[in-house]
T-cell receptor, first 115, second 112 residues
Framework: DAGVIQSPRHEVTEMGQEVTLRCKPISGHDYLFWYRQTMMRGLELLIYFNNNVPIDDSGMPEDRFSAKMPNASFSTLKIQPSEPRDSAVYFC?????????????FGSGTRLTVV | KNEVEQSPQNLTAQEGEFITINCSYSVGISALHWLQQHPGGGIVSLFMLSSGKKKHGRLIATINIQEKHSSLHITASHPRDSAVYICAVYSYYGGATNKLIFGTGTLLAVQP
């Protein structure tokens, strides 16, 4: 398995533009998580899905952020409009059922810079 | 006070030294992760523990559920071990055991 695949690896965009981050989880994993990492706040959970259904989006900062998982092999995190304070590394992670038996696998992250 | 505390926050060691990073948590947990992140890099899960001890190569992780404490040990440290090590716990948090609570990380620098 190629692991959790995120794209793009780097994104530089201007304030006000729409940004879409993509994630392909490991095949067979039932849970998908979106995290944001900044120097100030460390890793923060934004939203997670179970079997393609959003379970907890309480970490989504505001209405400018939205996430979808149209099928088991693809998820997007969209920011519209983007702001400089959204600059961070965004990680996607997936895992299977059963906490004890299945660890997390993280993607390589998308480094977003909003100028 | 953070629910997951790590110590030390920064650690510099000489190549070959034995290294210990500690993690204490204040919530009930079902499992604990040790994660590794190299500068500018992705996050790798090193261990997931719910009890006892696990070993992988030069890395050893232990957990004491009663004391709410875990340690990550690196034997015969090498410069390539230089990274941020993050402790994260699955908390029984209102039933949402799928959420990880992260420590602030320990920045390790191993000098040749």
């Amino acid at each position: 398995d190629a692991g959790v695949i995120q794209s793009p690896r780097h994104e530089v965009t201007e304030m006000g533009q729409e940004v879409t981050l993509r994630c392909k989880p490991i095949s067979g994993h039932d849970y998908l998580f979106w995290y944001r990492q900044t120097m100030m706040r460390g890793l923060e959970l934004l939203i997670y899905f179970n079997n393609n259904v959003p379970i907890d989006d309480s970490g989504m900062p505001e209405d400018r952020f939205s996430a979808k998982m149209p099928n088991a092999s693809f998820s997007t995190l969209k920011i519209q409009p983007s702001e400089p304070r959204d600059s961070a590394v965004y990680f996607c992670a997936s895992r299977g059922q059963g906490i004890v038996n299945y660890g997390y696998t993280f993607g390589s992250g998308t480094r977003l810079t909003v100028v | 006070k953070n629910e997951v505390e790590q110590s030390p926050q920064n650690l510099t060691a000489q190549e070959g030294e034995f290294i210990t990073i500690n993690c204490s948590y204040s919530v009930g947990i079902s499992a604990l992760h040790w994660l590794q992140q190299h500068p500018g890099g992705g996050i790798v899960s090193l261990f997931m523990l719910s009890s006892g001890k696990k070993k992988h190569g030069r890395l050893i992780a232990t957990i004491n559920i009663q004391e709410k404490h875990s340690s990550l040990h690196i034997t015969a440290s090498h410069p390539r071990d230089s990274a941020v090590y993050i402790c994260a716990v699955y908390s029984y948090y209102g039933g949402a055991t799928n959420k990880l609570i992260f420590g602030t990380g320990t920045l390790l620098a191993v000098q040749p």
